[in-house]
Each structure stands twice: as structure tokens, then as C-alpha cells.
């Protein structure tokens, strides 16, 4: 069962996106969502939707993929959007008890959730089409001016690596723990919240020892592999920026200053 | 100074450290172990006989408290000469899960010449030159953790020639293996040590991969027992029996043969030529 956890989920693909620079990508999803959060206006994310919507179209990733990024945070959603429908002081349109509704209040809501949806979907574009390796070397490569002032940017990609590598070696090692548990009469499925966890407590201690040994027999072995930090490092494939990928940051630039000015040149025009 | 052999132990001694109060008893005991360039050496040896410790100091993960280690004529207690000794001399584990260290095949196997600084171009060729020498080019592009223990270990394998070393160690690459992971491995093995004429140390438990040496050492608490070619050393089945471990079924059933008042010759390790030696005793 816990097999089928897709972490990073990344799907390969050979589309535009797919084959863009992760560089420029993750600096296009930051301008992205920088002018979401500047944007105030509906001619903004009216133009955020369409070229999200043209994205995911030519990344030819199934829309329902996105909608299935979005369904953990329905709970926060409809939070999000009754807390602004209701505390928002304004014209009142109907009330209730203790409560009104206000026009202002509907309309921060609707944007509020609008935001938090295409900041999600964005961002699930981005781990859709970049393979994790590709975004922990972007960062790593985007963060090198850190360096100077100490920030240890190389040993934090370097574990994300690891990270990423070890994830399926320990979930499968979970499994063989909890088979092996259960074969002894472990139970996992019944009793309350206090017995599931206290249950959980001969899976962990095995998969940490387990962890742990791993740790120190893989430390030795990048040692044996001339490992000695990322100094003088050189990379099989290094990131290189294209035209492509430069046009894209071009035209995100763009993009972000039109969602951000949207209302004003649509006033100007009409 | 005469000519040192390319591995060579001197007088090699090691004690773990332990609390205070503790006399370990040496798990090394002033070994002499001198491996020619281009050899193939099995080392034998019961459960900590001290194997794992003695591969340990042929790149200076651990380091001798008496006597000394030279890899090609480098002192291991050199700090200066660490990264030198660790290129010349590599290394493998039994746990093929526990040395990749990435998520792609090819990127693995290019991490080693990646910490020596190497242009990209000849990283690119170097790795597309080893997966194509043990065997694994078709899988470039996929996900380690997804390929059988073989052809994992073989990655491992290829991972570490990519420094291009003269001396592989190995210690017991194929204790996790299948049958069929196990002959890949050896194949690949004996491959490179007949066709690029890399310098093999494996340490393993099986007789049968031994046997396929050009030379066997076996340990026993922390000393050096026996040596030989493997058919000198199989052959004297009741020493080897004290010292824990099975003779190959061959030489031993030719070993009860002689018992029982035959006289057969004990230097026979394939199946093949152990049936020949009965067939000519049939035929008499
Ligand atoms: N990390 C350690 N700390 C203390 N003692 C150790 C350590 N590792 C090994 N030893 C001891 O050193 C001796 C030799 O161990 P070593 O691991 O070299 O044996 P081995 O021949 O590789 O055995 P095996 O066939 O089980 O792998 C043993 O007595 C063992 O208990
Ligand atoms: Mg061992």
C-alpha cells in the first residue's frame, strides 16, 4: 500500500515545458505567483487562468492530474473563503444571527481561493514536468551566490539528493517491517488514534536502526568515491541556458507586468 | 628501495578502539599480504577472521596501528595521499542499495569522476565506456532502485571502475545476490581482471567463486592460514575444515574417496574435471 506513494511526482514527458531549463521555470513560477499575490484585479486572473489553462495544455499533463493536486486543500479552501466572506467589513447583502455577508467580503473570498488555486496549480506544473534531480540542481545553481556568504548550498542539495533516492529503498524496507510485524500478529488497522500509533512503534525503531546503518555505510562509500564536498566538483549535465529558455523568461516578464497593470490597460483601452 | 608489489601489507596490525579497561584482542595480527599488478586474489576466512577490516585499510578508511599498507607504493597514514589511494584502489560493498548514491543510473555512475573535477565531455565518455563494460548500457536512463541486485551491484561496480582504479576490492559482492546475480557479477569480475587487467582482491564466502582465482588467501583471527593457487590450497581439505570452512563438494567428495582408501588427486575444482578424474579411476 505504501507503494503507491509518488513522491515529487514528475511525469517525463517531451513537451515545451518539460524541456525548458528548470532554471528559468522555477524563476518563471516564482514571477508567477509574485504577480498572483500583486494583482488585484479580475482582468489579472483572468489572464493567470488562461495562460495556466494554455500551460497545461501543451504540457499535455491530464487537467485532472491538477485538480488532484488541489483536493488536500479543499478543507483550507472553503476556510479560507467562509472566514472572508464573513469578517469583511462593507455594503451588507444579507444577515443572519451574528452574521452578515458582505459584497466586499464575497469578493475577497472568490479571490483568495482563486490565488491559493493557481499558486497550487503552478507550482504542481513545475514538479509535473521537472524531474526532482533537475529542480534540486536548479536551486542549487540559482542559490551558488550564497556561497559566499557560508551557506552550505551544496551539502543541502547534495542531501536532497539523497533524500530522493533513499525515499522508495526506505518505504519498501517499510513494508518488509510491517509484513514481517504483521506475520507476527502486529495489528495496524483497529483500535483508536493511542493504539495505532503505539502499533507504529515496533515499525519505526527497526526502520530508524535500519536508516541509520545505511547512513554510514552510503557516507563510506561516497568516500571510497573521492567525495570530498562540492569543491572542485565538476557535473555530468550541466544546466545550460538556451535562447529558449531565455525567451521564456522574457515572456514571463512580460506576462507578470500585464497581470500586475491589467485593470489600468484595460481602463486605457476602453 | 626494492620494488614493492602494487597492494602490499607489512606487518599489518589493527586493533578496534574500545572502553577503557577492554584488551581487544587484535582483529588484524601483523599481516603480510603482497598482491602483484594484474592478479586475481580470493581471500577466505570464517566470520571475523578480519576480512572486512583487512579491505578496509586498502584505502585507508581505517588506518594500521602497527605495521603499514602501501597501494601502489603510497603510504596509507599519508593525508596528502588520501584522494590518490582511494583512485588507485576501488572499492565494493556487499549492499549495492547502500552505495548509489543517485536516482538515475548513468548520474551514479558518474559521481565519482564528478569529485575528481573531470570535464563533463570525459565524464559523458567514461560513463557510457564502464556501463558498457559491465554489461548495462541499455539501463542509462533508469532508476537504480527498480533493477534486480545484479544488475544493481553491477552499477556499483560500474560506478567505481569509472575512476579508472588499477586495484578493485570487493568485499563480498555477491553476499545479497540470486544465483543468477551471483554469476553475473563474477562474470563481470573475472572480465576485467583477464581483459583490462585491473588488480581484484574479493573477499567472499563461496568456495566456488574462489575457486575462479588465480590465487586463495584464507584468514583466520586476524593471520594469514593458508595460501596458495586454488588448488593447493582446497586440496588440504582437513586444514581447511579446522578453520571453519567447507572445501568445495568436489574436492571433498574426492576427499572421502581418498578415505575410504582410494587414491585420487584433490586438484580438481570444476564439476567437469572432477568427473574426469572418476571416469579415468572407473575406467581402471
Ligand atoms: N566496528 C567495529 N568495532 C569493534 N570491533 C569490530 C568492528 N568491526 C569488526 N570488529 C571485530 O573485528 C573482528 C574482525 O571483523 P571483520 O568484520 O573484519 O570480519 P570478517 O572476516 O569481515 O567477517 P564476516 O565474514 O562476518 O564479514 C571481529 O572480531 C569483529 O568482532
Ligand atoms: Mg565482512
Known amino acids: 500500500m505504501l507503494r503507491d506513494i509518488t513522491l515529487g511526482q514528475f511525469f517525463p514527458g517531451t513537451s515545451l515545458l518539460h524541456r525548458l531549463d528548470p532554471r528559468a521555470k522555477l524563476v518563471s513560477v516564482v514571477l508567477f505567483v509574485a504577480s498572483l499575490f500583486i494583482s488585484k484585479s479580475f482582468w489579472g486572473y483572468g489572464l493567470c487562468i488562461l495562460f495556466l489553462a494554455w500551460c497545461i495544455r501543451i504540457s499535455g499533463i491530464s487537467p485532472k492530474m491538477i485538480l488532484k493536486s488541489l483536493k488536500p486543500l479543499v478543507i483550507i479552501l472553503c476556510f479560507t473563503g467562509i472566514l472572508n466572506m464573513f469578517y469583511t467589513p462593507g455594503e451588507v447583502l444579507a444577515r443572519f444571527w451574528i452574521f452578515k455577508i458582505t459584497r466586499e467580503g464575497i469578493y475577497t473570498a472568490a479571490y483568495m481561493i482563486l490565488r491559493i488555486v493557481l499558486l497550487i496549480a503552478a507550482t504542481s506544473m513545475l514538479t509535473y514536468t521537472t524531474s526532482p534531480i533537475a529542480l534540486t540542481d536548479a536551486i542549487e545553481r540559482l542559490l551558488n551566490p550564497l556561497k559566499k556568504i557560508h551557506v552550505p548550498v551544496h551539502e543541502f542539495a547534495m542531501m536532497m539528493t539523497i533524500a530522493l533516492r533513499f525515499i522508495p529503498t526506505l518505504i519498501e524496507e517499510t513494508d518488509k517491517i510491517m509484513s514481517a510485524q504483521k506475520a507476527r500478529g502486529a495489528d495496524f488497522e483497529t483500535g483508536g488514534i493511542i493504539d495505532k500509533a503505539k502499533a507504529l512503534v515496533p515499525i519505526l525503531v527497526p526502520l530508524f536502526v535500519s536508516a541509520f546503518r545505511r547512513a554510514d555505510e552510503l557516507a563510506t562509500a561516497m568516500e571510497c568515491r573521492l567525495y570530498h564536498g562540492g569543491e572542485g566538483r565538476t557535473r555530468l549535465n550541466t544546466l545550460v541556458m538556451t535562447g529558449r529558455d531565455y525567451a521564456a523568461l522574457g515572456f514571463m516578464g512580460v506576462f507578470c507586468l500585464l497581470v500586475i497593470y491589467a485593470e489600468r490597460l484595460v481602463s486605457i483601452l476602453l | ?284
Open chain 2, 1 to 284: 628501495m626494492e620494488a614493492r608489489a602494487i597492494l602490499s601489507a607489512e606487518g599489518l596490525t589493527f586493533r578496534y578502539p574500545t572502553e577503557e579497561g577492554h584488551e581487544e584482542h587484535a582483529a588484524l595480527d601483523a599481516v603480510n599480504i603482497a598482491v602483484e599488478k594484474g592478479e586475481f586474489v580470493a581471500v577466505l576466512g570464517h566470520n571475523g577472521s578480519g576480512k572486512s577490516t583487512f579491505a578496509k585499510h586498502l584505502n585507508a578508511i581505517l588506518l594500521p596501528t602497527g605495521g603499514a599498507v602501501y597501494i601502489d607504493n603510497m603510504d596509507t597514514r599519508d593525508e596528502n595521499l588520501l584522494l590518490a589511494i582511494r583512485e588507485t584502489c576501488g572499492m565494493v560493498f556487499q549492499n549495492p542499495d547502500n552505495q548509489i548514491v543517485a536516482t538515475v543510473v548513468e548520474e551514479d555512475v558518474a559521481f565519482a569522476p564528478e569529485n575528481m573535477g573531470i570535464a563533463p565531455a570525459e565524464i559523458r565518455e567514461r560513463v557510457d565506456r564502464c556501463l558498457e563494460i559491465v554489461g548495462m548500457s541499455d539501463f542509462k536512463r533508469h532508476a537504480p532502485h527498480l533493477l534486480s541486485g545484479g544488475q544493481k551491484q553491477r552499477i556499483a561496480i560500474a560506478g567505481v571502475l569509472a575512476m579508472e582504479p588499477s586495484i578493485l576490492v570487493m568485499d563480498e559482492p555477491t553476499a545479497m545476490l540470486d544465483p543468477s546475480g551471483r554469476r553475473e557479477v563474477m562474470h563481470t569480475i573475472g572480465q576485467l581482471n583477464r581483459e583490462k587487467g585491473i588488480t581484484v582482491v574479493l573477499i567472499t564466502h563461496h568456495m566456488d567463486e574462489a575457486a575462479q582465482a588465480g590465487r586463495v588467501i584464507v584468514m583466520s583471527d586476524g593471520k594469514v592460514a593458508m595460501e596458495g593457487t586454488p588448488e593447493a590450497v582446497f586440496a588440504r581439505v582437513d586444514e581447511i575444515r579446522d578453520l571453519a570452512l567447507l572445501p568445495p563438494q568436489t574436492v571433498d567428495l574426492l576427499h572421502r574417496l581418498n578415505k575410504a582408501g582410494y587414491d585420487l588427486p584433490l586438484d580438481t575444482l570444476s564439476v567437469e574435471a572432477c568427473a574426469d578424474v572418476l571416469e579415468t579411476f572407473l575406467r581402471q
